[in-house]
């Protein structure tokens, strides 16, 4: 059964370092999307992309974060210098379209900012 | 602004027991509900949903029913395994078109002991 895949399963760093996030979605679904989860506390979602361009954005994926699709399957969150708070659980999802179409999550990446 | 609340945990159940997981929700309109699970090392699987008021959305023994009347999709199952032992969100998402992002609750760790 297809599976979205996130790598790596867990990723320490220090404070202000750049991090990439990796994922590798279900090869035909054509919707992306990024979610965290810091200890403790809810599900935040953080992106949306579609069509090579991101769809909408909560207010915390600010400009320290980007996404991209560099290739055919991968999808990628880059957080440019991590703060201590950027610690929590990263999950990928994607979906075949709009609506009611299901959110298939990967099983996350644990970030810890030391 | 969409929210969820989700009772805390953790829970503990005897196997066979009666499980309840409580879930409200604020929203504009009328939303789609969901409760995703998640095993120990994986990522958030869809369990059930319902997509407008009295839907009842079931699977692998589970139920919930949404009660527009108050704002609940609570979670049921009659008897419990040890295999149900796994972190439940409560989720929901706006009718709005577009890859619109779901809103979790915090999530109940469930652990059903034999």
């Known amino acids: 059964e297809p599976e979205v895949t996130q790598t790596p399963s867990h990723q320490v760093t220090q404070m202000g370092q750049e991090v990439i996030l990796r994922c590798v979605p279900i090869?035909?679904?054509?919707?992306f999307y990024w979610y965290r989860q810091i200890l403790g506390q809810k599900v935040e979602f953080l992106v949306s992309f579609y069509n090579n361009e991101i769809s909408e954005k909560s207010e915390i994926f600010d400009d320290q974060f980007s996404v991209e699709r560099p290739d055919g399957s991968n999808f990628t969150l880059k957080i440019r210098s991590t703060k201590l708070e950027d610690s929590a659980m990263y999950f990928c999802?994607?979906?075949?379209?709009?609506?009611?179409?299901?959110?298939?999550f990967g099983p996350g990446t644990r970030l810890t900012v030391l | 602004g969409n929210s969820v609340t989700q009772m805390e945990g953790p829970v503990t159940l005897s196997e066979e027991a009666f499980l309840t997981i409580n879930c409200t929700y604020t929203?504009?309109?009328?939303?789609?509900l969901f409760w995703y699970v998640q095993y120990p090392g994986e990522g958030l699987q869809l369990l059930l949903k319902a997509t407008k008021a009295d839907d009842k959305g079931s699977n692998k023994g589970f139920e919930a029913t949404y009660r527009k009347e108050t704002t609940s999709f609570h979670l049921e199952k009659g008897s419990v395994q040890v295999s149900d032992s796994a972190v439940y969100f409560c989720a929901l998402r706006s009718r709005n078109s577009g890859n619109t992002p779901l809103v979790f609750g915090k999530g109940t760790r469930l652990s059903v002991i034999a």
């Open positions: 929203a504009t309109g009328y939303p789609s």
């Open positions: 999802a994607s979906s075949e379209g709009t609506g009611y179409n299901e959110q298939f």
């Open positions: 090869s035909n679904h054509l919707y």
